[in-house]
C-alpha cells in the first residue's frame, strides 16, 4: 500500500523559510515523477514543483528562485524547501507520485500523479 505523508508545516512571518517533507511508502517504481501541489481555500489545487527520478525539475513561476524541490532515494522522502515565503504561498501543501517520468508540459496537471498525501498547512503572515 503506498503512502505519502507529509509533514513540516506551520506558521511563518513573510520573508520566512520552512521545509516541508514527505514520506514515501511502498512506491516501487524506479521511474517516477514526485511533486508537491498545493491548495489555498476557494482555489484549485496548482503545482508548485516536480522532480523526476532522472534529476529533471520544474517550478511554478510564482516560486522560482525561493523554492528548491528534492530528494533523498536512501531516506525515501521528498523535500521542499521554501525560502522568502510571502502571504500569497498560503495554502495546504501536498505531495504526490506519479508513475513513469512526466513529460515537463504535464508536470503540474493532478490527473498525471496517482497518489496523495493529506497535506501539511502553511500560513505566511504579513
Known amino acids: 500500500q503506498v503512502q505519502l505523508v507529509e509533514s513540516g508545516g506551520g506558521s511563518v512571518q513573510s520573508g520566512g523559510s520552512l521545509r516541508l517533507s514527505c514520506a514515501v511508502s511502498?512506491?516501487?517504481?524506479?521511474?517516477?515523477?514526485m511533486a508537491w501541489f498545493r491548495q489555498a481555500p476557494g482555489k484549485e489545487r496548482e503545482g508548485v514543483a516536480s522532480?523526476?527520478?532522472?534529476?529533471?525539475?520544474s517550478y511554478a513561476d510564482s516560486v522560482k528562485g525561493r523554492f528548491t524541490i528534492s530528494q533523498d532515494n536512501a531516506k525515501n522522502t521528498l523535500y521542499l524547501q521554501m525560502n522568502s515565503l510571502e502571504p500569497e504561498d498560503t495554502a495546504m501543501y501536498y505531495c504526490?507520485?506519479?508513475?513513469?517520468?512526466?513529460?515537463?508540459?504535464?508536470?503540474?496537471?493532478?490527473?498525471?500523479?496517482?497518489?496523495w498525501g493529506r497535506g501539511t498547512q502553511v500560513t505566511v503572515s504579513s
Open positions: 504526490a507520485a506519479g508513475q513513469g517520468i512526466i513529460g515537463l508540459l504535464f508536470r503540474f496537471l493532478t490527473s498525471e500523479y496517482n497518489y
Open positions: 511502498g512506491y516501487t517504481y524506479s521511474n517516477n515523477t
Open positions: 522532480i523526476g527520478s532522472d534529476g529533471s525539475t
